[in-house]
């Protein structure tokens, strides 16, 4: 192994799919079993307050490996990529000396497969081309469903197989290998699995922890949908929820969640073999390790399904951080964002200010020290595709809660005294202030009313690239690729190999 450098710690960054953190036993939750993120909350610091910078995978991803905000590197949904001069994490960190690996799923779209890493250990799960973009929307954002996803009816959960546990064990497999061979020292290793997403389907022996459990599920009131915002009747005409009926099935909702239940629990699983091998190797103490999500999922909260929403079960992403410096049992309550990791970890890592680019993430050291009491935290949040198909912004600092939504009305939400967002303040004389700075702050960063028409420029373009592509047989999957001649027993290798 080489020489480490200057006592800089390794890095070990995992990451979950669509993963609410209300449901997880690190964050209080009394039924779903997760001794190892437990164990991660309790040598470091939990983030109670934590957020996606934008409810949906690629442009969340790309936030957190850039500390950008995702319309500012020009990536608004599934179906985009960002620019390969944008600095990433890993271009900063392989600057700064390190070795950094990717294995799972990021999902970059586009013929950059890296963005900075020095390798990747497997290809992605989902398409790296342009094949997930959708139509130019009608000019009425109602107008354009998709169907209602079975699972969230908790038809076809249940214990057995599917094609993304497959890749999750992939993503396991190939970060043990890389942690317990040897390697360049410092390193960054960022380990992303597919799963809690859809489908609901886990390994039996997940299954059955939860078949004699308590399965919370939602409550409706009566007049929920007196509460929705244009952008929740979008959002819900896209998945298919065309009425109520289909998500306050009880028995459904639960063999939902249950399905759900499981899955957190085989992450869990996963992250406890990634801890176990960092101990094996003596590093864990010298290791910081970040758990956390690209976003969340209702999970038929207030009568809505998926992500793309701003309501808290949507937005809302766990944040663990343990290992040199960090306090255990800490927790943090201030707002913060996916976009503050790159910052996080650059400081962690000893990289000057001096060499990094603007970026609209803020360190969490000084929050993780104690130096920050949160007050002054202000997180944001976007939002402008699949669904309301207009610019959508969302911006919290203390207690409030301000959704802007491109020529329809916003919303204010105070999330002390209403944690479950039914109470919609904006109209409220004696909240004109607040609602006016939150917006204010929104406009400085954004170009709220250039966002819409740089979507259906780009939209156009994919519409006349995409069939070329698929004409001309034209993939940019990433092939990862394992050398038999440097594998296992070989001649010009371990020369001290004795034959049994």
Not at 21 to 32: E, I, K
Not at 380 to 391: I, Q, S, T
Request: hydrophobic share 35%.
């Amino acid at each position: 192994m080489q020489a480490r450098q200057a006592n800089r710690p390794d890095i070990v960054v995992i990451m979950a799919d669509q993963m609410t953190p209300f449901l997880l036993g690190a964050y209080g939750h009394g039924v779903v079993r997760t001794p190892n993120l437990d164990r991660l909350a309790q040598r470091g610091v939990r983030f109670d307050a934590a957020y996606t910078s934008y409810p949906m995978c690629v442009p969340a991803r790309a936030s957190l490996l850039t500390g950008r905000m995702s319309s500012l590197i020009g990536c608004y949904d599934n179906g985009d990529s960002f620019p390969s001069l944008t600095p990433t994490l890993a271009h900063y960190l392989t600057n700064a000396g390190y070795e950094t690996i990717l294995s799972g799923k990021m999902h970059f779209i586009g013929a950059d497969q890296l963005h900075g890493f020095k390798a990747r250990l497997t290809t992605d799960v989902y398409p790296s081309t342009y094949d997930w973009t959708y139509d130019v929307p009608p000019e009425d954002a109602l107008e354009m469903p998709f169907d209602f996803p079975a699972q969230y009816r908790g038809e076809g959960v249940g214990p057995g197989w599917a094609l993304e546990l497959q890749f999750d064990e992939e993503t396991e497999y190939r970060s043990l290998e890389y942690l317990r061979s040897a390697h360049a020292s410092p390193f960054c290793l960022v380990t992303s699995f597919t799963s809690p997403h859809p489908p609901f389907i886990a390994p039996r022996e997940f299954w059955d922890l939860y078949e004699t459990a308590k399965i919370d599920i939602p409550e409706f009131p009566p007049d929920m949908a007196e509460t929705y915002s244009l952008m929740d009747l979008a959002i819900n005409r896209w998945h298919g929820v065309d009425n109520f009926e289909q998500v306050f099935d009880a028995a459904g909702l639960r063999r939902m969640r249950r399905g759900y239940y499981a899955l957190l629990s085989y992450v869990d699983a996963k992250v406890g073999r990634i801890l176990e091998v960092l101990e094996e190797r003596g590093t864990l103490d010298r290791t910081l390790v970040v758990f956390t999500a690209d976003h969340g999922d209702m999970l038929g909260e207030k009568g809505m399904i998926q992500k793309r929403s701003f309501y808290e079960w949507s937005s809302r992403v766990p944040l663990l951080m343990a290992g040199p410096g960090i306090r255990g049992g800490n927790a943090v309550d201030a707002p913060v964002s996916l976009v503050d990791l790159l910052p996080t970890l650059l400081d962690s890592a000893g990289v000057a200010d001096s060499d990094r680019l603007p970026m609209e993430g803020k360190s969490l050291m000084p929050l993780i020290a104690g130096s920050d009491n949160g007050s002054e935290r202000q997180i944001m949040c976007e939002y402008h595709g699949e669904g309301p198909f207009r610019a959508c912004f969302m911006t919290r600092k203390g207690r409030y809660k301000y959704i802007h939504i491109q020529d329809a009305e916003p919303q204010l939400f105070d999330l002390v005294e209403d944690p479950g967002e039914w109470r919609n303040l904006a109209g409220q004389p004696d909240c004109a202030d607040i609602r006016k700075t939150l917006m204010e702050s929104i406009v400085a960063m954004f170009d709220t009313e250039g966002i819409q028409p740089e979507i259906q420029r780009r939209l156009k373009e994919k519409r006349v690239v995409l069939p070329a592509m698929h004409a001309n047989g034209t993939h940019w999957d990433y092939q990862p690729f394992f050398d038999a001649g440097k594998q296992y027993v070989r001649s010009d290798r371990n020369k001290n190999y004795v034959r049994s």
